[in-house]
């Protein structure tokens, strides 16, 4: 075993550790020292999500001891950075140790004078991020593994203005936890008096937020029995989807029952994922069975959403992010300007990892569209450098999250879930379905088809093969992809854009981060970018064709089908 790691496996034999942690620790020297290696071969970083691994034993888990440390070095910068009174909100999901941990978070930071307000029992991620702006806190802790399988956990951190945290304060933060050398410096408890349990009041002022939103509440009045099935897939959704469709109007909203408890072991579904389908075929039966309107599944922290609609056969599909994204931003764009409501200096934002439909509809639309790194973070930050000169309209990334207004600054499920069922309700008064809306989307813009692979690469090992393909994609790039020369490379890491015809380099002006895209000559799109939250690099596919009618769907989508096929089968990825 390597000398740090054994370094690391000694110190929590000998350094006050509980005696079960001891134990477990014994138990996997003699039976699985591999896993005691990955268990211990480093430390929890934030990533694109904050803090998240498997929970068990050693520096590389979540555990007591990560967590009351991560939290530790975080009350010590929240401090520094707040002269005076320091003010925390603290919420958590459905996942098993979920509100074991955020009671060990509440804890430290009330032992170290930092007044808590600790949510009663599980909520959304969108709404500790309303509470943190709403009660003026200084930050914020979410344990959520967000849509991670039932053996992970984790732990968001939130700055000031709700978001999460972005550089400098994600690195400081780290800074200040790697400078305990114990947990003998973790205050753990005392002054549980700076606690205070927080509960209904912020939800009634969090939904109160989100009916606000609603643009077309006439279009809800007249489609109120619109059919909807809604899951939470055994996540905190419950608490608040079906009661804000209730105060937007919708009147006929049935939830999947096997899926409705919140459960940490998650016993329907194998990743309790709206991402993938297996997660969202009860659901798919329902609304089969009920011949529903539109299904709806939110992920375990209810910033996720999936859904589902007919398609112009009558079939059920499930609709991708990029599809959901596109649908939901033309919309809202679109009702502004019905309702007089869009204003010059409108912008919405994404990330460039998603669907480049949306650029084009924005442009033909005269709103700016700002692109931004890959995470939630990165768009809540701009609507903060950008406050008071432009105003955000709402913004979404491929993976299935939503924010709608700037009131919130994490992606929003259950804002998107009300905002969906409107955007079907306004469909529906105009005798179209959502589908529908979708095709007559891709016959203006474009057709835009996109694909996600992801392969998995677990351990140590695994993040030395995944550092090496991205090592590999840089030092020889492709020149040619499917046929189609590749005409640029974006860089995100050396943060410049290469003009390969020309050798040009432009830079880019966004924080480094470990992205490569190819643009090729027919403007296909492909970007490599290993996960900052799972122990995965996942490669996007983004291709585009013209279309000129519903009846030419199925051959033009055969056609981007079998393109995005060929690249992945170029590049060997399949």
């Keep these: 075993m390597d000398a740090n790691i054994l370094s690391k496996v000694e110190q929590w034999l000998d350094g006050g550790f509980d005696a079960e942690t001891v134990a477990a620790i014994r138990k996997l020297q003699q039976e699985n020292p591999e896993e ?58 459905s996942r098993n140790n979920s509100r074991f941990f955020a009671e060990v978070a509440a804890n430290v930071m009330a032992a170290n004078g930092i007044k808590v307000y600790l949510f009663e029992s599980l909520r959304p991620t969108p ?127 049935h939830v999947v029952e096997e899926q409705s408890k919140p459960d940490g072991n998650f016993p329907t579904v194998v990743y309790p994922n709206p991402e993938e389908a297996e997660a969202m075929s009860i659901g798919l039966k329902k609304a089969a069975a009920l011949d529903a309107d539109i299904l709806l599944g939110t992920d375990p922290d209810a910033d996720r959403v999936g859904i589902a609609v007919k398609d ?35 912008y919405i934002c994404k990330t460039v990892v998603t669907s480049d439909l949306i650029d084009v509809f924005a442009a033909s639309n005269n ?18 450098r950008l406050e008071g000169k432009e105003h955000f309209v709402c913004g979404g990334e491929e993976s299935y999250g939503y924010m709608i207004g700037d009131n919130v600054r994490d992606k929003d499920a259950v804002a998107s879930v009300a905002m969906i069922c409107e955007m079907a309700a306004y469909a529906k008064n105009q005798g179209k379905s959502l589908f ?61 854009v290469t003009t390969l015809a020309t050798g040009e380099r432009t830079p880019i002006d966004l924080p480094k981060s470990n992205v490569l895209q190819f643009l090729l000559e027919d403007g296909s799109r492909i970007s490599a970018r290993p996960s900052g939250t799972e122990p995965k690099i996942k490669f996007y596919f983004s291709v585009h064709e013209h279309l000129e009618s519903v009846a030419d769907l199925e051959r033009v989508e055969q056609l981007l089908d079998a393109k995005v096929a060929n690249i992945i089968h170029d590049m060997k990825l399949s």
Excluded at 85 to 93: C, G, L, P, Q, W
Excluded at 463 to 492: C, H, L, Q, W
Aim: proline share 3%; aromatic share 10%.
């Design 36 to 93: 005691l290696t990955d268990a211990f071969y480093r430390n929890l970083e934030f990533g694109t999500g904050g803090l998240r691994g498997v929970m068990g034993v050693g520096t590389n888990r979540m555990n007591k001891y990560t967590v009351g440390m991560a939290t530790q070095g975080f009350a010590n910068y929240l401090k520094k950075s707040f002269p005076g009174e320091v003010k925390i909100a603290i919420s958590h999901d």
């Design 127 to 253: 709404e500790l991020s309303f509470c943190i702006r709403h009660l003026k806190c200084q930050g914020g802790i979410m344990l959520t593994a967000s849509h991670n399988p039932r053996e992970y956990n984790g732990y968001k951190a939130y700055w000031d203005d709700g978001a999460q945290l972005v550089p400098p304060h994600d690195k400081n933060v780290i800074l200040e936890v790697e400078k305990i050398s114990g947990i003998g410096e973790v205050n753990w408890a005392g002054w549980e008096q700076n606690i205070t349990i927080v509960g209904k009041e912020i939800d009634e002022a969090y939904l109160n937020m989100l009916k606000g939103l609603s643009i077309h509440p006439e279009a809800i009045a007249a489609q109120h029995d619109l059919k909807i099935v809604y899951t939470p897939i055994h996540g905190t959704g419950i608490t608040m989807v079906p009661e804000v469709l209730k105060r937007f109007g919708f009147t006929n909203v």
């Design 312 to 346: 112009h056969t009558g079939r059920w599909i499930l609709l991708n992010g990029n599809q959901t994204a596109v649908l939901l931003f033309n919309y809202i764009v679109e009702s502004r300007k019905r309702k007089g409501l869009a204003q010059p200096n409108d």
């Design 367 to 384: 709103i700016h569209c700002y692109n931004t790194l890959t995470g939630f973070k990165w768009i809540a930050d701009l609507i903060h």
């Design 436 to 496: 529908e809306q979708l095709i007559d989307i891709y016959i203006r813009y474009g057709f835009y088809k996109e694909s996600l692979i992801s392969i998995t690469k677990k351990g140590m090992k695994g993040a030395e093969e995944i550092a090496a393909m991205m090592s590999r994609y840089r030092e020889n790039p492709p020149a040619t992809i499917n046929g189609s020369r590749v005409v640029k490379i974006f860089d995100y890491q050396l943060q410049y």
